[in-house]
């Protein structure tokens, strides 16, 4: 069980907007710690794709974009591409017991 | 550019040990926080251990306290992950990845390895 809460799946076709929810707790999301998001393609290590709620790396298309309100994250991706179908991860920062980095439980996006 | 290449991954009995190396290049290693996560076959992230740049600060999952020692030399741009009393849930593909933040807490991880997998079994 996850910390923060994906759907585990989402699908769209080619050209088609989806958007993935990520939902946290007081204790995470609430605090005021930034979200960030991952793309993990088949068989590779995850990359960075959103960090501090909404920023993209250089390099990123603008097509991806997230977005944060109270405890929950939204990852935007708009016109799909078969080359989007991956897995994609939620991240932020528990303050509850130690406190640790925790990440959600992974959205597998399939392009129809 | 950044670089982190992992190694030392392999198959171990239960209650055995393994220490992964991650050789970073391409950035000034001593000046940034460095991670590993983990990711059991099929299943999704878990953060498993934090060092700050000098390591003199460490944070671990609590799962892996006590069995799990992360440590690094700057000298030699590298990270070390002792893993002891090795149990089947450690059973992972365990990747290094560069920490971007100010403190001990937050922040977000922008550079990551190709992962090594340990697998624990007898």
């Known amino acids: 069980q996850s910390v923060l809460t994906q759907p585990p799946s989402v699908s769209g076709a080619p050209g088609q907007r989806v958007t993935i929810s990520c939902t946290g707790g007081?204790?995470?999301?609430?605090?005021?710690?930034?979200v960030n998001w991952y793309q993990q393609l088949p068989g590779a290590a995850p990359k960075l794709l959103i960090y501090?709620?909404?920023n993209r790396p250089s390099g990123v298309p603008d097509r991806f974009s997230g977005s944060k309100s109270g405890t929950s994250a939204s990852l935007a991706i708009t016109g799909l591409q078969a080359g989007d179908e991956a897995d994609y991860y939620c991240?932020?920062?528990?303050?509850?017991?130690?406190?640790?980095?925790?990440f959600g439980g992974g959205t597998k996006l399939t392009v129809l | 550019e950044v670089q982190l290449v992992e190694s030392g991954g392999g198959l171990v009995q239960p209650g055995g040990s393994l220490r992964l190396s991650c050789a970073a290049s391409?950035?000034?290693?001593?000046?940034?926080?460095m991670i590993w996560v983990r990711q059991a076959p099929g299943k999704g992230l878990e953060w498993v251990a934090n060092?700050?740049?000098?390591?003199?600060?460490?944070k671990y999952v609590d799962s892996v306290k006590g069995r799990f020692t992360f440590s690094r030399d700057n000298a030699k741009n590298s990270l070390y992950l002792q893993m002891n009393s090795l149990r089947a849930e450690d059973t992972a593909v365990y990747y290094c990845?560069?920490?971007?933040?100010?403190?001990?807490?937050?922040?977000?991880?922008?550079?990551w390895g190709q992962g090594a997998l340990v697998t624990v079994s007898s």
């Open positions: 501090g709620n909404f």
């Open positions: 391409g950035f000034t290693f001593s000046n940034y926080w």
């Open positions: 007081s204790s995470n999301i609430g605090t005021g710690y930034t």
């Open positions: 060092i700050k740049q000098d390591g003199s600060e460490k």
């Open positions: 991240q932020s920062y528990d303050i509850s017991l130690s406190g640790n980095w925790v």
């Open positions: 990845a560069r920490r971007i933040a100010e403190t001990n807490t937050g922040g977000y991880f922008d550079s």
